[in-house]
């Protein structure tokens, strides 16, 4: 059907210059040229230059590459980045319809900040983690969705595995002076790296029945397990030592990525501001509702009676599926949101590669992805081998409250509603690109939102009831916190943090433990504008409001989430233009 719509891009394309002039290209076949240009950065660079990416979106003719990790590919996904972004610039925007224009701005921010993160950032030559679990995932992708027989699938692993040796060794060659944290990190994580090689990898294709298959297996994963092995000793006894790098982005190329990725230029000092003046509200009104619980205790007194109400750790999962009943009846009969499936999400523990940083986590499929359509809700499980306080400080993370707030964050209404409505998002590029400002604001919007709208689990009493809405507090306050320091721990906006200061700050400020404390810092150090939490969430209440305003008695909650769900993954400004027809400030 866009055979002819095609072949009009082509015929645009193949008149463009290799140098493209200053002065715009013709409004005529602008549509089409960008849709062609599109799909070209799609297959011949996104996907081109992370397999791995393609793997999880469900294209599955990818499952055999691996990303290559050298410093000559490096440079040579730069270059093409620089050139297609020159392509898509000469593209004139008033030539596209509304959409479009906002798909083409959200196009050029992925590649400016691809190249903020290869050219500036540099992971590939700071942070260890990125190899080491990075082949992991690579697995873990395909091991994961069975969409395709299993010996199809373990022939896949096998071709990656081939290839995952090779990705260690230019580890080696592109480290150059790692922060320590990076380093440490890399090696918390190591051990469950292996041991996914070592056990979960094997176990997910016990059904395989290709002797062929399963000898190149046993062959391609010994050789795997050594190498990381190898990457751990060699971590250990020679990058360690000389871990000395800097992990702080700094304010310009902080505000950058913000702007890149998320469409927001606040000035930072503002955005600090506004973290304060949310985490403040959010104290106030926790020992406003810690009173009423207990008006003989401190607020400090309830949180820590809140965190003892949890469920044992071996019926966490079950604890979680429990909410999802009662989460679609209140969604449905309150008007919330349409839910486009009754289909449920499947509850499982953590990968081992992710447990050091996750406490949960929603895996839905690709939007390509045709053969498994299961979403998976990851939650991580205390280890076996922790001491009773560790646990205990684990599972505080999963009181009575913090388990709804976990359950409408990662699935009803938040994640998984997100993943069921990717077939209805308007473009290629809304289903594949994304703000997390959009993507973790709504599931943190979704928390307060829905306790607001009068959401309680089955069977909760008054006092309940009370530490429910404390959890949900204690949840935003960590989110808070995470905005707090994201900004002056990377920037030195409102005075520098160390991380020993940033651990502190989430356990004062942001209500947690010193355990989640300091796996909060951990994150933070890489996911340096982990700050779209709480951005996010204020930006989609204002965007509310202004909805609100503007319609005034014919406003319907129902219809404005809706209608916020269809423009898919857009950054909150995209969205605010659609749905209010104007550029007023997202804050």
């Known amino acids: 059907m866009r055979k002819p719509l095609l072949a ?17 290209l013709s409004a005529d076949g602008a549509p089409q040229t960008f849709d062609f240009l599109a799909e070209q950065f799609f297959s011949d660079i996104y996907f081109r230059y992370s397999p791995t990416t393609g793997t999880q979106a469900g294209l599955h003719q990818y499952d055999t590459q691996l990303e290559d990790y050298s410093a000559a ?13 020159k392509k898509i610039e000469a593209v004139p925007a008033d030539a596209l319809d509304a959409s479009v224009q906002a798909d083409r701005e959200i196009l050029l921010n992925t590649i400016q900040s691809t190249l903020l993160t290869l050219e500036v950032i540099r992971p590939w030559e700071k942070n260890p983690d990125t190899y080491s679990s990075g082949i992991a995932n690579s697995a873990f992708v395909i091991m994961s969705r069975a969409y395709a027989p299993a010996n199809t699938r373990l022939k896949a692993v096998v071709a990656r595995e081939l290839l995952m040796p090779q990705v260690l060794l230019e580890a080696r060659k592109n480290l150059k002076n790692p922060p320590k944290i990076y380093t440490e990190i890399a090696l918390e994580q190591i051990d469950g790296n292996i041991s996914f090689f070592q056990n979960d990898l094997p176990s997910a294709f016990k059904d395989a029945d290709s002797t062929v298959a399963k000898a190149a297996f046993a062959k391609s994963n010994a050789a795997v397990i050594q190498a990381l092995k190898d990457y751990a000793t060699w971590m250990k006894t ?26 927001v230029g606040t000035p930072l000092e503002t955005l600090l501001q506004i973290a304060y003046d949310d985490a403040h509200r959010n104290q106030a009104e926790f020992a406003r509702v810690a009173k009423e619980v207990d008006p003989t205790k401190t607020p400090l007194e309830v949180l820590a009676q809140l965190a003892t109400i949890h469920p044992p750790p071996d019926k966490l999962l079950e604890t979680f599926q429990g909410q999802f009943s009662g989460l679609i009846s209140f969604i449905k009969t309150h008007h919330i949101i349409t839910i486009p499936s009754d289909v449920e999400p499947t509850l499982e523990e953590t990968p ?80 594949l690109l994304g703000a997390n400002t959009n993507i973790e604001g709504w599931a943190h919007y979704c928390e307060q939102m829905m306790l607001d709208e009068g959401y309680l689990p089955d069977g909760v009493d008054a006092k309940q009831a009370k530490l429910i809405r404390l959890g949900q507090l204690q949840d935003a306050l960590l989110r808070d916190a995470r905005f707090i320091v994201a900004i002056r721990m990377h920037t030195g906006v409102g005075g520098p943090l160390t991380t020993d200061e940033a651990a502190q700050l989430f356990v004062k400020e942001g ?30 209440m204002k965007l509310r409001a202004d909805v609100k305003a503007q319609q005034g008695a014919a406003f319907s909650l129902e219809e404005f989430h809706n209608a916020f769900m269809h423009q898919g993954f857009a950054p909150v400004k995209v969205i605010r233009k659609a749905m209010l027809h104007d550029d007023s400030p997202v804050m």
């Open 8 to 24: 009009l891009a082509l015929a645009a394309f193949a008149l463009l210059p290799a140098n493209i002039p200053a002065q715009r």
């Open 238 to 263: 020679d990058l360690l030592p000389r871990s000395n790098g800097d992990f702080r982005f700094g304010a310009d190329t902080f505000r950058k990525k913000l702007a890149y990725d998320e469409m």
């Open 73 to 85: 590919e490096m440079q040579r996904e730069v270059a093409a980045l620089h050139a297609i972004e």
């Open 511 to 540: 209500y947690q433990s010193p355990s989640i404390g300091s796996m909060e810092t951990k994150r933070g150090t890489a996911d340096a504008t982990y700050l779209y939490y709480t951005l996010g969430k204020l930006e989609i």
């Open 352 to 431: 081992p590669f992710l447990r050091a940083t996750t406490q949960a986590s929603m895996d839905p499929p690709g939007p390509f992805e045709t053969h498994s359509t299961k979403a998976y809700f990851n939650v991580t499980l205390p280890e076996k081998d922790w001491s009773a306080a560790r646990i205990a400080e684990h599972m505080a993370a999963f009181n009575i409250g913090t388990i709804t707030s976990t359950a409408v964050h990662e699935a009803y209404p938040g994640h998984y509603v997100q993943f069921l409505y990717l077939n209805q998002f308007p473009s290629k590029i809304r289903k």
